[in-house]
């Protein structure tokens, strides 16, 4: 079985600041990699999504991805980041055979401050 | 893309009430979840609707607690049957297109509050 662990609960930073946001997953078959932003109360929209081919995955709002199989990690990256971006943001993972299934990590509450 | 609408968004319930949740699709699709965030934390898979036939619950959930329709390819309902305040939660409808292979769109939610 799948699973994912997001290693920051919290990160707090500055407007125009990068930021990164750590996923790691342990799957024992291959498997397809999300990540998703929640806002205020509001459902989950997806950012981006790994497949498959290029390692380096480019989403919606500036977002960019990295899938590292040798290190298992699917960590979230933005260069310059804005109010807006204050959200919660979930990794997840499906595992290919598995009906879809998504199994979510505890999730990163970003704050952007100004 | 899929556009998923959910009813009610939000509902204060008494406990040892019922409370049924719609999930509507604006088309076909493939494959529907429900899933349940409780406060603060993340999500957590429930089942998957399956059109025409029972669900499929994961671990820890049950047919009796969380029954679940799906009689078309575009519609499912959610029962939150017997509830406690334990089961004050967020849950989210999800669906797979048959044009977006792999990728689930979400609902809105439903705020659920038993007190």
């Known amino acids: 079985a799948q699973s994912v662990t997001q290693l920051d609960s919290q990160v707090p930073v500055f407007e125009e600041a990068p930021v990164e946001l750590r996923c790691n997953y342990s799957?024992?078959?291959?498997?397809?990699l999300f990540w998703y932003v929640q806002y205020p109360n509001q459902g989950l929209q997806l950012l981006l999504k790994?497949?498959?081919?290029?390692?380096l995955v480019k989403g919606i709002n500036g977002f960019e991805a990295e899938f590292n199989k040798s290190q298992t990690s699917f960590h979230l990256r933005k260069p310059s980041v804005h109010i807006s971006d204050t959200a919660e943001y979930f990794c997840?993972?499906?595992?290919?055979?598995?009906?879809?299934?998504?199994?979510f990590g505890a999730g990163t509450t970003v704050t952007v401050r100004a | 893309s899929a556009v998923i609408s959910q009813k009610p968004s939000r509902d204060i319930c008494q406990r040892g009430t019922s409370l049924t949740i719609q999930c509507q699709v604006d088309s076909q699709v493939t494959m529907m979840f429900w899933y349940r965030q409780q406060p603060g934390q993340s999500l957590t898979l429930i089942a998957t609707a399956n059109q025409g036939s029972e669900a499929t619950y994961e671990s820890g959930f049950v047919i009796d607690k969380f029954p679940i329709s799906r009689p078309n390819l575009t519609f499912s309902t959610l029962t939150v049957s017997n509830m406690s305040p334990e089961d004050s939660s967020i849950y989210l409808c999800s669906a797979i297109s048959s044009e977006s292979y792999n990728e689930q769109f979400f609902g809105p939610g439903t705020r659920l509050t038993v007190l």
């Open positions: 799957s024992s078959v291959s498997v397809y």
């Open positions: 997840a993972v499906s595992e290919r055979g598995n009906d879809y299934k998504l199994s």
């Open positions: 790994y497949l498959s081919g290029s390692t």
